[in-house]
């Protein structure tokens, strides 16, 4: 069902709001929130539609802050009807995924658990560790997160020792392969000495450790083993060999004592506060602990509730491999069946959701509760500091509220040359990196040999909040977007310049800005003349500190960047009829001038974009002396 965009929330106009919710039928579906420019920010599921959406506008309702501020952007709520609940939980997923609204995320993503991606999107696939579970490419997977960051390098590290996978990111010669490949360690993709297809085949087995699945590995590399040994290919049963003596190291010691250690289990509880959920799930494969994942979420649900969603996203990206037959919750689900109805129907074999009470089963869940109490101590002790260092900037300051949001500026330039900017921001305290920025300063008066950081600023954060200008209906106070801090790294100037900006655009009466020189570490205030009298220890400084450092980190990177990439094509812009995409096919293909420069006009022909003709050109640029 489709409406037309509206641009008034719904809480404003009462009649509308009403009139919306009868027109919600009392029948299974989904339900999708609208802002007022038409983005869909929430989408959720429920037996019974319009009780469920009329929850959210109850007075009376005890909302978390996060949903709280959702709900006051809603200006148009759309419904798809479904036959039944398991179809509704389905088509959730994927709308989900499809659309991936801002508040849709139950799980606190903070960074602090890895993930392993394999990008399954390139011909041959790369492995790596990151911390940004952002879906690129469909076909790229993750896996986790994990808890412990040194263990899964030390996993990964020993899977590139067993299995013969790509090592570096980019190729160390341009025409041979590394050491790497005569030690067995690599295949020569760089030199394209295995096909796209074997090695996938390498990196599947490899995603099979990820999957909780090593010991069905080991079966299918014995077997291997065995046939290569009776076909008397002893050089390859060798190495199957040393292989599956590499995947059992990783499992040792991790052995758990259930009665039935052919079938495969995850066990999921929490323990929580009266704000924060820590989750934890142990992934149990054949009696052997294969991997131990880490939620936090906020508490405001029922215990069940929360439960029920971590799996519920938890499994949507899952490969059906990778869906146990069995997973024991701490308590029951609210949909408990028909989570096991849907999973079933993807993993093509019967999946049973328990809440064991007594007995060995029991007994694991109460072992994986006292981790998630462990891990929530943990985590309340680092908010605590953090909220501590708020409060005080709140002090320092003078603000009403601990400010959620803060954002740091700086600027990074070589006398003028390649000036960049920085935008970084930090909520409740920790960096949220998904929201850093890079700005290149386009403003014509900064040029090589002339510098400018007051206009570079002033330029930044006319760009950064001009939005607020061109639509006055976009909401500010309450928006995710908006901060509650503003910091410029530098003095009374670079204050003055920012101030004068947001005075021009209307927007300074509702941000606050400060700046921190670096040199005393004094914080400065618009229109004041003196720096605050403060220590620089003290915790709220020091979270000042941390938001300046970082935002220099940030814009410093990006300038070296900048400048490298300027060097590469320096020499590339003085040949005639060699633009900025065929630069670019050039380097991707060669990897660096240098190769460039010693390749024949032949090999240059084969970049695609660069015919007989500008091979031959680039080549004399390279070589004057053969013209």
Not at 573 to 584: A, F, S, V
Request: hydrophobic share 35%; with cysteine; net charge neutral.
């Amino acid at each position: 069902m489709t409406t037309s965009a509206q641009t008034v929330s719904l809480v404003k106009e009462p009649e509308r709001l009403e009139w919306r919710l009868q027109e919600i039928p009392l029948e299974p579906g989904v339900y999708l929130m609208r802002d007022g420019s038409d983005r869909i920010i929430y989408i959720g599921k429920s037996r019974k539609l319009r009780s469920r959406v009329r929850s959210y506008f109850r007075d009376s309702q005890k909302l978390s802050d996060r949903i709280a501020t959702m709900v006051k952007q809603v200006t148009e709520i759309e419904f798809i009807v479904t036959d039944t609940e398991t179809e509704a939980l389905a088509l959730e997923a994927n709308l989900i995924k499809q659309h991936q609204p801002y508040f849709n995320v139950l799980l606190k993503d903070d960074k602090k658990y890895p993930y392993v991606c394999i990008t399954w999107s390139e011909d041959y696939p790369r492995i790596f560790i990151t911390r940004k579970r952002q879906i690129g490419k469909q076909k790229d997977k993750f896996y986790g997160p994990y808890t412990d960051s040194r263990i899964l390098r030390e996993i990964l590290r020993l899977c590139k020792r067993i299995f013969p996978l790509r090592q570096r990111p980019q190729p160390l010669f341009k025409d041979r392969p590394c050491l790497n490949y005569d030690l067995g360690r690599c295949p020569g993709v760089c030199q394209l000495l295995v096909s796209p297809e074997e090695y996938r085949k390498t990196v599947q087995k490899v995603a099979m450790v990820f999957q909780g699945r090593s010991q069905e590995l080991i079966d299918i590399l014995t077997e291997q083993m065995h046939k290569a040994a009776e076909a008397e290919n002893f050089e390859s049963a060798a190495r199957i060999r040393d292989q599956i003596i590499g995947l059992k190291s990783l499992s040792a010691d991790q052995k758990v004592s259930l009665p039935d250690d052919t079938v495969s289990r995850d066990a999921i509880a929490l323990f929580s506060d009266e704000k924060l959920a820590c989750i934890q799930l142990f992934q149990i494969r054949a009696g052997q602990l294969v991997g131990r994942l880490a939620f936090v979420a906020d508490a405001h649900a029922e215990p069940g509730a929360i439960l029920q969603r971590v799996l519920e996203e938890h499994y949507q990206t899952a490969d059906s491999v990778e869906i146990p037959t069995e997973i024991l919750v701490q308590h029951e689900l609210p949909d408990g069946e028909i989570l096991a109805d849907v999973l079933t129907e993807r993993k093509g074999r019967k999946v049973t959701i328990l809440n064991p009470q007594r007995q060995v089963k029991a007994e694991l869940i109460e072992m994986v509760e006292r981790n998630a109490q462990y891990e929530l101590q943990r985590t309340q002790k680092f908010s605590e500091r953090n909220h501590e260092a708020m409060q005080d900037l709140a002090t320092i300051l003078d603000l009403p509220d601990v400010p959620h949001r803060i954002e740091g500026y700086d600027i990074s330039h070589i006398q003028g040359s390649n000036a960049v900017a920085s935008q970084v921001v930090f909520v409740d305290g920790l960096p949220a990196k998904q929201h850093y920025r890079h700005y290149k300063i386009k403003n014509p008066t900064v040029t090589t040999g002339h510098s400018d950081d007051f206009a570079s600023l002033a330029e930044v954060i006319q760009r950064r909040f001009r939005k607020y200008i061109e639509d006055p209906q976009l909401q500010r106070m309450g928006n995710p977007d908006w901060p509650n801090l503003i910091m410029i790294d530098g003095g009374k100037g670079q204050l003055s310049s920012v101030v004068a900006v947001l005075q021009e655009m209307n927007l300074l009466e509702d941000l606050r800005v400060v700046s921190l020189a670096k040199r005393r570490e004094e914080i400065f205030l618009p229109g004041e003349s003196q720096p605050l009298e403060t220590d620089a220890e003290q915790a709220g400084v020091q979270l000042l500190r941390r938001l300046r450092d970082e935002a220099h980190r940030f814009a410093v990177s990006f300038h070296r960047q900048q400048r490298s990439d300027k060097l590469k094509r320096s020499r590339l812009d003085e040949i005639p009829g060699l633009g900025h995409h065929r630069q670019k096919q050039l380097l991707g293909h060669f990897r660096s001038v240098d190769y460039i420069r010693q390749a024949t006009p032949a090999q240059i022909a084969e970049v695609p974009g660069i015919g007989d003709r500008l091979a031959q050109e680039i080549y004399n640029y390279f070589h004057p002396s053969s013209n």
